[in-house]
């Protein structure tokens, strides 16, 4: 109103100008200040609730075409170190993210990478150990809340699939997370009806586990659990798993020992994503003398069994890749950041294609000739 005034003023009347300041000045100053607070507020919303920050948008850009491998933690073992992050990987197949493994650290990640947690539909865990899964719970609490605060049409479901005990992990990590939202919800600061958005799958047999219009997985249980007394080998299990994409195939290994298993699931694909353990960085020092010390000295004994068969050295890995003929090797689940580069020429002493010791996100990508992924079917680090 006060600019179709302004156009219609006669611009030689002093009179005119007089007025049209004295009646549209403090109508103005009143209009800049509701809109001053209301850009504040929607600062302080974004800022209380990324989650729903309109600049992550996943819609806003086009996705890239092609596989794209984010290593989000590559530090192996339940000790936490400051510069890596426990196991989690994100597979994005042409926009679309898979999470596989969460360690503790992942959310965090997800947040430097400028993931979005809620864009991940599907969540794989290769075994329940704590350095793979204990960092569910985040994942899973920053989930809820996309879905608790602002979340509009159907509910989405996130799906968690893993081997026996999933879903009784994915359950307890709900209840736990379920307590403080509802203080949320008993204030009328979030949805009043609390529903669990998570669904999970435990699998039940080698094979395929998983299918949809981008990938294909397929998992067969490795080696990892080898050595745990029989009575505990039906409900605790460790998988690899195969994801076959239109842009090639790529193999987790999850933690395993040499498994002929795993050397037929990676049969000619074209990354092997694998564990490895630098045994020399988890010698054990001096062992207890006392008799108090009997059993922890057997606990040890039993961890460099475990360390020794349970896991793969530089050796291992390139024998493993050489015999399934893979045509890129990227290690993870590292211990000793400063021994990367003793990792890579250990591992190609026995393997002659390209080896990528990771680092906390990294990224590679394997993209579609043609489009407008990297262009070529050789995984390499993402431009």
């Given amino acids: 109103m006060f600019i179709s005034q302004v156009s219609h003023c006669n611009p030689n009347s002093a009179l005119n100008a007089k007025l049209l300041m004295r009646f549209t000045a403090k109508p103005l100053r009143s209009v800049m200040n509701r809109t001053f607070v209301l850009a504040a507020s929607v600062v302080l919303l974004l800022a209380a609730f990324p ?118 992990l994915v359950q307890a990590a709900y209840n736990f997370i379920r307590i403080p939202y509802g203080i949320f919800a008993a204030e009328h600061l979030g949805v009043a009806t609390l529903v669990d958005p998570f669904e999970a799958h435990d699998i039940a047999h080698d094979g395929v586990i998983f299918q949809d219009d981008k990938i294909r997985v397929i998992a067969p249980e490795n080696t990892h659990y080898q050595l745990m007394p029989a009575k505990f080998r039906a409900r605790m299990k460790s998988y690899a798993y195969r994801f076959e994409t239109p842009y090639g195939v790529i193999v987790f290994t999850g933690d ?97 294609g390209p080896v990528f010791a990771g680092e906390d996100l990294a990224r590679y990508c394997l993209g579609a000739p043609g489009g407008d992924g990297n262009g070529s079917h050789a995984l390499q680090p993402c431009q």
């Fill in 51 to 168: 989650g729903q920050s309109i600049a992550q948008d996943s819609r806003a850009a086009e996705p890239r075409k092609g596989d794209q491998i984010l290593l989000l933690g590559t530090h192996g073992g339940p000790g936490l170190e400051t510069d890596r992050s426990e196991p989690a990987s994100l597979l994005i197949v042409d926009g679309r993210p898979y999470l596989i493994d969460c360690g503790i650290g992942t959310m965090r990640r997800l947040l430097r990478a400028g993931i979005r947690s809620d864009s991940i539909g599907t969540i794989f865990l290769t075994h329940d150990h704590p350095d793979h899964a204990l960092g569910l719970v985040d994942v899973m609490s920053n989930d809820f809340l996309s879905v608790d605060f602002g979340a509009r049409g159907p509910r989405p479901a996130f799906r968690v699939y893993g081997p026996p005990q999933t879903q009784e």
């Fill in 256 to 352: 395993t020992g040499p498994s002929d298993a795993v050397v037929r699931l990676a049969k000619g694909a074209d990354v092997l994503v694998s564990e490895m353990e630098d045994l020399r960085g988890r010698e054990n020092g001096a062992r207890p003398q006392t008799e108090a010390g009997r059993e922890a000295s057997e606990r040890a004994k039993a961890l460099e069994a475990h360390m020794r068969l349970e896991h793969l050295t530089t050796e291992e890995v390139g024998k493993m890749a050489t015999k399934a003929q893979v045509k890129t090797v990227v290690l993870y689940h590292l211990v000793l950041s400063g021994r990367t580069k003793n990792f890579v020429s250990g591992v190609q002493e026995f393997y002659s």
